[in-house]
Structures are given as structure tokens and as C-alpha cells.
Nanobody
Framework: QVQLVESGGGLVQPGGSLRLSCAASGSIGSINVMGWYRQTPGKQRELVATIATGGSTNYADSVKGRFTIRRDNAKNTVYLEMNGLKAEDSGVYLC?????????WGQGTQVTVSS
């Protein structure tokens, strides 16, 4: 089992910045993928960004150039730096952990971009 603890959501004005964190514990293993997905009402859960243990990353087109995902393997923590936030970035951001063909999810943290 893997447990995920997220932090860092909140309310921010358009153009502002936020940083999300997600710490994993439990059966982490040496090879895994961590990332963030976004859930908004009436829409399917969508990928925001992922990062593998070795550092390879994947971003949704809508956030490229504005968001940066990074990880600290020693702390089993993934970070999402979000800059230039837009109203359409609002939603519940869920941390995801993938290992050995299994997915684990955090409870989510709300991000609201509004003036």
C-alpha cells in the first residue's frame, strides 16, 4: 500500500502562482511515477503532469511553459510549481502514484483561480 498526503492548494488571482506538494509513504519501491491530475465538475479527470523516478516528465499541452513538476526521491515527494495561473486551471488536483501497474490516489487539494 501507498499513502499520499497533499498540500498547497488555495485561492489565487489570475496570473498568480501556487505550489502543490505530495508526499508518498509505504511500499514506494525504487521505480515509480508520480504526478498530478485535475478533476473539474462535469469533466473527466485529466492529466496535468507526471514525473518518473529517473526524472522524465510529461505535461498536458495546456500547462506547458507555465507548470513545472519535480521530485525529491530522498523525500518521496513530488512538487508542482504553477505559474501564470488561469481560471481554467481551477479544479481539484489529485496526486497520483504508479508502481507495478497499480495506481494510488491522494484525496485531492482544491485550486481556485479567480479575481
Amino acid at each position: 500500500q501507498v499513502q499520499l498526503v497533499e498540500s498547497g492548494g488555495g485561492l489565487v488571482q489570475p496570473g498568480g502562482s501556487l505550489r502543490l506538494s505530495c508526499a508518498a509513504s509505504g511500499s514506494i519501491g525504487s521505480i515509480n511515477v508520480m504526478g498530478w491530475y485535475r478533476q473539474t465538475p462535469g469533466k473527466q479527470r485529466e492529466l496535468v503532469a507526471t514525473i518518473a523516478t529517473g526524472g522524465s516528465t510529461n505535461y498536458a499541452d495546456s500547462v506547458k511553459g507555465r507548470f513545472t513538476i519535480r521530485r525529491d526521491n530522498a523525500k518521496n515527494t513530488v512538487y508542482l510549481e504553477m505559474n501564470g495561473l488561469k481560471a481554467e486551471d481551477s479544479g481539484v488536483y489529485l496526486c497520483n502514484f504508479q508502481r507495478l501497474f497499480r495506481d494510488y490516489w491522494g484525496q485531492g487539494t482544491q485550486v481556485t483561480v479567480s479575481s
